[in-house]
């Protein structure tokens, strides 16, 4: 095969779709699945007991049964009986059946299921013991214990192993170290959960010989859908890797920033990837960070920044621009001959995306609604070109705070009006009702809105309806992806690339619950509130 590099690929992951749910068994997914996954997982804790011939029928790969008990994290809580005698009738039928360790593990299921058969699968329960000490003592130590626990399941000869610790502790973050140096091609591990999305991703890299997909759309376990494994992370091929990037947030998982950075590296051929970190703590992940990528040879290279942790990022960073500095936020971090540098490029995306429409905010009255990192850096671009700026905040103190740090007027959102300002800016996560009421609005005012959705967001349809010159959140964010590429990379994105088409892959959109790529319509659902 050839990857998106244009080079011949030497590795190739399998892709296993996962049957979450009954709709996912219909002939028309199955029949889908076909096209682009190489094995199928049943998960019959949660769909039952499919009838095989008729699986078969649809899909030609191979089969998985999996009866994922509570212990495991599963649904099934069916007795030890039942448990084997489905387990065993499943052996007839299936080219892999997982075996959960160690209750499994038993001389009757054994004698009955040959090892070519058989997947060891270890799924920690919600009270496994977490790990304690700092970033890089934690990882050694969680690292250590999963290797034991590895080499306890290994004992039972089998076709894979699947050893999958909880997400948010070292045990968790660590998954993915247990396949460096191992030197096998039979063992996957990954966290569970959102957090431990990136892990799931990066996993084929490091040795892993399967990436498994959801059949359907993504839920909050953490898996992503078949197809957002492709059309994001361009799997099944596993080009050269020598360098991470990612987006660090409280919800990454929702963003297309992986899917346009990492269509750029393919185009460009880079060895790099870019990953969703969800995080909470971001000092902690930034520590962790750089122990991470020092133990596994894969060193963090640039962050874009979402909210709640701009200010973090630019406290972190070594130098930062005269934007970043002015609005006290940062969302990018990137390593520039062993420095680290933070700059935001909300500031530079929300002006070309005015100048892109012919606006030129100069002069004018603007009122920014929304005081985060976002808010505070269009505020600063726009008065550092000549606007006549007020903050809008709901919340006083926060408004107050960033009226006193960039100089500017504030008023509460509870007594704003946009009568009398000819650029309107929205940028807080907002998007289900309008901000603030756009009937209000002077007839030629101008309403930039930062937030982007699909189907558009409630300001972005009333600022049409009004007719209005509006600025979606889409059009931020093209520009803003290029930009931070631009910086992080040191490549201009490919002009050859064309984002909306990236964006809108009618492939990808298309629901596998009976709707194709030619002809039926895919339901339209929230992207992403916020822009990087």
Same mark, same amino acid.
């Given at each position: 095969?050839?990857?998106?590099? $244009? ?127 700092? *970033? ?32 948010? +502790? ?156 002015? *609005? ?10 062993? *420095? ?17 429409? $012919? ?65 309107? +800016? ?76 990236? *964006? ?7 629901? +596998? ?20």
């Amino acid at each position: 095969m050839t990857s998106g590099y $244009g080079a011949a690929v030497g590795r190739r992951a399998r892709l296993v779709a996962v049957a979450v749910e009954p709709e996912d068994l219909t002939p028309r997914c199955l029949r889908r699945l076909a096209e682009v996954a190489d094995e199928l997982e049943i998960r019959a804790d949660l769909v039952g007991d499919p009838d095989p011939s008729r699986l078969r029928r649809h899909f030609r790969g191979p089969l998985t049964y999996s009866l994922r008990s509570a212990r495991h994290g599963g649904r099934s809580t069916v007795g030890p009986v039942e448990r084997r005698t489905r387990l065993l009738r499943a052996a007839d039928h299936y080219e892999l059946v997982d075996l959960e360790a160690m209750d499994d593990v038993q001389p009757e299921l054994l004698a009955a299921i040959p090892a070519r058969q058989r997947r060891v699968s270890w799924h920690a329960s919600e009270h496994a013991e977490r790990s304690g000490g700092g *970033c890089r003592a934690g990882l050694l130590e969680a690292s250590g214990r999963l290797r034991k626990r590895f080499a306890a399941m290994s004992a039972v000869p089998a076709a894979l192993y699947l050893l999958v610790p909880r997400s948010g +502790t070292h045990y968790g973050s660590t998954a993915p170290l247990l396949l460096t140096g191992l030197g096998r091609t039979d063992v996957t591990a990954f966290a569970s959960g959102p957090v431990g999305t990136w892990t799931r991703v990066l996993a084929p890299w490091l040795g892993a010989p399967v990436v498994f997909g959801r059949a359907g759309a993504p839920e909050a376990d953490g898996m992503p859908s078949v197809s957002r494994l492709m059309s994001d992370y361009g799997l099944p091929a596993l080009p050269p890797l020598s360098g991470l990037f990612g987006i660090a947030g409280r919800a990454p998982g929702g963003s297309l920033s992986p899917r346009l950075h990492n269509a750029a590296l393919r185009e460009l051929r880079l060895p790099a990837l870019y990953l969703p970190f969800k995080v909470d703590r971001f000092s902690r992940f930034w520590r962790w960070s750089f122990d991470f990528g020092s133990l596994g040879g894969l060193p963090l290279r640039g962050l874009t920044v979402t909210a709640p942790h701009k200010e973090s990022a630019l406290q972190v960073a070594d130098v930062a621009g005269p934007d970043a500095l002015g *609005c006290g936020a940062a969302n990018l971090l990137w390593l520039d001959a062993g *420095c680290w540098r933070a700059a935001t490029t909300d500031a530079v995306a929300a002006l070309r995306a005015l100048a892109l429409v $012919g606006v030129d905010p100069s002069g004018r009255r603007a009122a920014v609604i929304g005081c985060g990192g976002a808010g505070r850096a269009v505020a600063w671009a726009l008065h550092e070109v000549g606007a006549r700026v007020t903050l809008v905040n709901r919340g006083i103190a926060h408004g107050l705070e960033a009226s006193s740090q960039l100089g500017l007027p504030y008023v509460p959102l509870s007594r704003f009006s946009p009568a009398g300002y000819a650029l309107l +800016t929205h940028a807080t996560p907002l998007v289900e009702r309008e901000p603030f009421p756009v009937a209000a609005a002077d007839w030629d005012a101008v309403v930039l809105e930062m937030a982007y959705r699909d189907p558009p967001t409630a300001l972005t349809r009333a600022t049409h309806a009004r007719g209005l010159v509006g600025i979606d959140g889409w059009e931020v964010l093209f520009v803003e992806v290029r930009e931070q590429f631009r910086l992080m990379t040191g490549h201009p994105m490919p002009g050859t690339l064309l984002p909306r088409s990236i *964006c809108f892959d009618p492939a990808e959109q298309a629901d +596998t619950h009976g709707h194709t790529a030619s002809g039926e319509p895919a339901p339209t659902h929230p992207v992403r509130r916020e822009a990087p």
